[in-house]
């Protein structure tokens, strides 16, 4: 995936950066993709999390709102919290641009179902991310035709409000009474409250700002129904032949070459900047 999105930049942007495993982009690391287009004028920074199945197949829509696993919409809400928090501290986050910018993408070959209209049209900024015209746009959520998405949420941040003053009223109780027996009563209901509640889900929704719930349901996009891993050589080949104006079997040595300098950049843990070059009509191109 890292090469097709730089075949494409090469092909489609003015500028752009490139990045895999960046530290502090938490559930959207595996790669940070941030471009200018050409048309439009604009700057987007794509950071996407990579879920390829070796089948393809189809994602029940209820995975998204499962409080855990590979589609768990929750994962995902709380790394856009801590990554919305950190945005202007984090120096890996700030090499990636303004917080404006960020989009947030889970990128699958997979399909899943939308119950809203799919986005993905030719002057579509994030046009650049889709693996070919026949393979599927992407899924974004709104309140009208995802009620379920958005209740899932809402219910949650209810239950995070319940767990957090449940426990408030027990330590107050507790800082209050003498009364041995009462006393023990309350260590005995906190026991439970900590033992029968699933002590992962108070982890990680007390990680959340639900505050921010319906900002992230407006900036994660799943790109489903993508192209897999072999399709994508051939789409490769494609942009590096339009990027090069090449011919197709000198777009097939590039590619070779192409691939070889990508296995060295992507040991580069984290890095915007990495090392690939290619000569294209006696210019080099490179990730800077």
């Known amino acids: 995936m890292a090469a097709f999105l730089l075949a494409r930049a090469l092909n ?21 993709f941030r ?12 950071f996407i999390q990579l879920k390829h199945k070796d089948d393809g197949g ?5 995975s998204l709102t499962q409080m855990s696993g590979d589609f768990s919409l929750l994962k995902y809400f709380k790394s856009y919290c801590e990554i919305k928090n950190n945005a ?3 120096s890996n986050l700030k090499e990636c641009g303004p917080f404006v910018d960020f989009e947030f993408v889970i990128y699958t ?13 030719e002057s579509d900024p994030l046009n650049i991310l889709i693996s070919g015209t026949d393979k599927g746009e992407y899924i974004t959520f709104d309140k009208t035709h995802d009620k379920d998405i958005f209740n899932f949420f809402e219910d949650l941040s209810r239950l995070n409000e319940f767990i957090k003053d449940l426990k408030s009223r027990i330590t ?7 009364n041995k027996t009462i006393v023990e009563e309350l260590k005995s209901l906190e026991e439970k409250v900590n033992t029968h509640i699933e002590t992962t889900w108070i982890d990680e929704l007390a990680k959340c700002d639900f505050n921010l719930f319906e900002e992230f349901l407006s900036k ?9 891993e072999e399709s994508l050589k051939g789409l490769i080949e494609t942009e590096l032949q339009q990027a090069c104006k090449a011919s197709p079997s000198v777009a097939n040595f590039i590619y070779t070459k192409f691939e070889e300098s990508l296995y060295k950049w992507q040991g580069k843990r984290g890095k915007l900047c990495g090392s690939v070059k290619i000569q294209c009509n006696g210019n080099r191109y490179k990730n800077t």
Request: with cysteine; hydrophobic share 35%.
């Open 35 to 46: 471009y200018r287009l050409r048309e439009p004028d604009v700057w987007k920074t794509c």
């Open 172 to 178: 107050r109780i507790q800082n209050m009474v003498t």
């Open 12 to 32: 489609r942007t003015k500028e752009f950066r490139l990045a895999s495993n960046v530290d502090g982009a938490g559930a959207f690391d595996d790669l940070v």
């Open 58 to 62: 189809t994602i029940q829509r209820s």
């Open 109 to 121: 070959n997979a399909k899943i179902e939308s119950k809203s209209p799919l986005q993905g049209g």
């Open 220 to 228: 994660v996009k799943i790109f489903h129904s993508q192209s897999n």
């Open 88 to 90: 202007a501290a984090d």
